[in-house]
């Protein structure tokens, strides 16, 4: 029969003392190592634009959006969504990529569109959009591409509808991308979809088939018509300047030709105030002089013949070569 075990030997109570404190110890390395183990799973890192939704047991607790390391508890306590918010997405409507399906149903669904006007367009276009809110993104909305191309095409039809053909076709293209960029933030946002719109391209707009090429002359028409314009215009803005210029020219000689004629009228009637004050000194001599002056001007530049009064008793004689010399 065994003995109890104080009455081991001191050598089995040594070996069975040591065995327990190796098991006990490994038990607990193996339990610190296994706990270490699970709590690096809450350790992960963040890639710059991605984001992580953290769910503890399966309720929402926080959005992390650093780069960088991050910790939380360990799953299955805490589970890790990762999305990338800096992602710039596509959709396209009326048209596929590059390639232009109008022969698909669903393009043509997609893209024949009504007017204010009660015209029939066909409206292709493109949207880019990212994730502003990593969780909305995720659990508000039950699929993201669905309800994003629903919504593009409500925003795009009711733009379209405000707008007649002509200001769809070429009038107001800035305005209704504008418009339709705000109707679609507006329904994404009352969805709490946590996106948002980056842009809103027109990519193909034309009329339907059967009258597309009346509305291509109607388009001809108004774009000579604004050549024209645009024409007309110039040369206004080119004649303008010449005009102005030339009417300042003749302003400025008009002045000229006044101050001109001021001055030599001045003159005159100042050479008119003094000879009439030397006249009234000297009547007689003023008026000889005035006479000597006049025909000085009047016969300084003609041959002359004199004739003395006092020869009356003799028979003048003219030179037949100055006679002739004299007429014209």
């Known amino acids: 029969m065994a003995k109890a075990g104080g009455d081991l030997p001191p050598e089995e109570r040594a070996r069975r003392s040591v065995g327990r404190l190796l098991g006990t110890g490994f038990a607990t390395l193996l339990v610190l190592g296994l706990g270490l183990g699970w709590a690096w799973l809450g ?34 306590i805490v589970t890790r969504v990762r999305i990338d918010v ?12 590059k390639e232009d399906a109008d022969t698909t149903l669903e393009s043509l669904q997609e893209a024949t569109m009504q007017t204010r006007d009660n015209n029939i367009v066909r409206v292709g276009f493109a949207i880019q959009y990212s994730i502003k809110d990593a969780y909305d993104a995720l659990y508000q909305v039950a699929d993201r591409g669905a309800v994003v191309r629903d919504a ?8 379209v509808g405000k707008e007649t053909v002509d200001g769809v076709l070429r009038e107001r293209r800035a305005a209704l991308t504008d418009e339709a960029h705000r109707l679609l933030q507006e329904i994404l946002d009352s969805y709490g979809a946590g996106l948002d719109i980056r842009s809103v391209q027109l990519q193909n707009v034309q009329p ?3 009258v597309r090429e009346a509305f291509a002359d109607v388009l001809k028409a108004n774009q000579d018509a604004s050549r024209l314009v645009n024409e007309a215009e110039g040369y206004r ?46 009547p007689e001599i003023t008026a000889r002089r005035m006479h000597i002056e006049t025909m000085e001007s009047v016969l300084g530049g003609v ?3 004199i004739v003395d009064p006092g020869s009356a008793g003799l028979l003048p004689y003219l030179p037949l070569d100055l006679r002739g010399r004299g007429q014209p």
């Open 152 to 159: 593009a095409q409500a925003a795009m039809r009711e733009a």
């Open 237 to 282: 803005n080119s004649q303008i300047p010449n005009a102005r210029a030339e009417a300042t020219e003749l302003a400025e000689a008009a002045l000229g030709y006044r101050d001109a004629t001021i001055a030599l009228a001045t003159g005159e009637a100042r050479r008119f105030q003094a000879l009439a004050g030397e006249y009234r000194k000297a």
């Open 208 to 210: 339907p088939a059967p």
């Open 43 to 76: 350790v992960f890192i963040l890639e710059p634009g991605e984001a992580a939704v953290l769910l503890r047991m399966g309720k929402y607790a926080d959005t992390r959006t650093q780069p960088g390391l991050h910790f939380s508890l360990p799953p299955p």
């Open 86 to 97: 800096d992602e710039v997405r596509n959709e396209d409507f009326g048209f596929r990529g």
């Open 303 to 305: 041959e002359k013949v």
